[in-house]
């Protein structure tokens, strides 16, 4: 005979998929992740949608596990259960293990996507820790959520889930309140304390790794017994709560074990902000292989621009990504560019004898037109600016009319260490000469090219599409049979 554990498992992941949009909800949640991960391909993919994915997304299962466990009190089906040969103990850790098969399955759902990205680029150190934070945090997430779900005796499901809900804020707020914390040297203070209130921040602690900060604790193993204690310490009071707290509808718990209780819920909240790690001294590993972007500012005005064969100078510029305002160049693929160079010289002053050396960095292959002897071809143009959109001058003047140099250039970025938001460093180095000066003129310019991986897209559509459409078949036929 099968184990009583087994069977109920079995029929209680049936009765749920059995649910009238378990299957709707299903895709919906999972086209939800796919559609954040095909946009975030346009960008820098690791930072957006696998800190989602993998760190935050999993929460979902906090509320999901107070409803799922509060759901058969409030149907009176709980009923069944006091007085039916089923032993108590069973039948709780029977829904624990369906909510785990539930969490199990969404980490596999995020499979498809991985595929897509280790196809293209080595995969990045960050990404290595969300795979291993993405369980920890489905694990933390289904134990809170079974003791939220176990702590409400009602006719709604409306107040667990309401506080499974502010448990997934405080959780999800305090990552990137700890990381500022940490960047400006506060992670020790009692504000920082605070922070390892969220499971996730002290799985992420412990880890050794960051998301944005560049110090991570050097010790951690006062922070994984912290972790596991709240891990299994939740999971443990929810089934004392349970099984000796209280009857079919209403607590039946003497004065010492309210104080039991309670002591229990207080040491679980802040026996991680005493006893973790916060000695935040060695520093975090590098999220990926990206080249250091050195002078290389956000916005800041630049001197470069990159355009389509013979296009004019653009009105605004220049950004230091010198394509940001246009597509993304493909990764392995040359494409030909115009590199525009503004000169801090007027248009009135000729200019001569100008020449050019281009450094780029990074994996980035850049191979300017050269003439018959190989010297890199310098076309000089005569420019009209915007109002302050023009090179300052020697005399500290924004220039209203000024010189360009354009190069040809083919471009082509390799080794590619994301599959979006791949930006390449590059330097330039120019030399003319103006009447009057004895030496050439030295100019100095650094950008960056962005970059990404270009059939990403549309396979992260279709990876990502996978089992959202499976959802909905699954859906439809569950309508038509039932209808």
């Known amino acids: 005979m099968a184990h009583p554990i087994a069977t109920l498992f079995v029929e209680e992941l049936k009765a749920t998929l ?31 949608y696998g800190i989602v994915a993998y760190g935050f997304a999993p929460l979902i299962f906090i509320p999901l596990g107070a409803g799922f466990i509060a759901s058969p009190r409030a149907t009176r089906f709980v009923e069944s259960v006091f007085t039916a040969p089923v032993e108590r103990s069973q039948w709780l850790l029977a829904k624990a293990l369906v909510l785990s098969a539930l969490a199990a399955a969404y ?23 969300l795979m291993l934070w993405a369980p920890g945090t489905l694990l933390i997430s289904v134990s809170v959520g079974v003791l939220i779900g176990v702590l409400f005796i009602g006719r709604s499901v409306a107040a667990p889930v309401a506080a499974g809900t502010a448990a997934l804020l405080v959780y999800a707020a305090a990552v990137p309140l700890q990381e500022l914390l940490v960047s400006q040297g506060n992670g020790a203070t009692r504000t920082g304390h ?3 209130v969220s499971p996730l921040v002290l799985l992420k602690n412990a880890l050794g790794f960051a998301l944005v900060a560049t110090m991570v604790p050097a010790n951690t193993t006062s922070t994984w017994v912290a972790f596991f204690l709240v891990a ?35 040491a679980l909240a802040l026996l991680p902000i005493v006893a973790a790690d916060t000695n935040y001294d060695r520093p975090a590993p590098a999220a990926n292989h990206a080249p250091p972007l050195r002078g290389v500012f956000g916005r800041a005005p630049g001197s470069m621009a990159l355009v389509m064969p ?31 160079l503004a000169l801090p010289v007027d248009a009135s ?21 050269t003439d018959a002897i190989g010297t890199p071809v310098v076309r000089l143009e005569r420019h009209h ?50 009447p009057g000066d004895v030496n050439s003129r030295a100019f100095n310019a650094r950008g960056a090219i962005d970059a990404q991986v270009s059939s990403a897209w549309y396979e992260m559509a279709i990876a990502s599409g996978i089992l959202p459409l499976m959802c909905l078949l699954a859906a439809v036929v569950r309508w038509r049979r039932t209808r």
């Open 310 to 340: 013979g296009a004019p100078f653009p009105q605004r510029c220049c950004s230091p990504v010198l394509n940001r305002d246009a597509s993304a160049l493909g990764t392995d693929e040359v494409t030909h560019r115009d590199l525009l």
């Open 232 to 266: 299994v310490g939740a999971l443990a009071l929810a089934a004392w709560i349970f099984l000796r707290a209280q009857g079919v509808e209403t607590w039946e718990t003497s004065p010492r074990q309210r104080g039991t209780i309670a002591m229990c819920l207080t």
């Open 349 to 369: 002053i000729d200019v001569s004898d100008a020449a050019v050396q281009i450094a780029p960095e990074g994996g980035l292959e850049m191979r300017a037109e």
């Open 194 to 196: 605070l922070m390892l």
């Open 18 to 48: 059995r649910g009238h949009f378990a299957w709707l909800g299903a895709a919906a949640v999972l086209f939800a992740v796919g559609v954040l991960a095909t946009v975030g391909t346009q960008d820098v993919w690791l930072d957006g």
């Open 385 to 434: 600016y915007a109002i302050d959109q023009g090179p300052v001058g020697a005399d500290g003047r924004r220039l209203v009319d000024g010189w360009v140099a354009r190069i040809c250039v083919s471009v082509r970025p390799t080794q590619p260490w994301d599959i979006g938001g791949d930006r390449y460093p590059l330097a330039v180095t120019a030399s003319y000469r103006v």
């Open 107 to 129: 980490y596999v759902a995020l499979l498809p996507m991985f595929a897509v990205y280790a196809a293209h680029v080595p995969v990045p150190t960050l990404l290595r820790f």
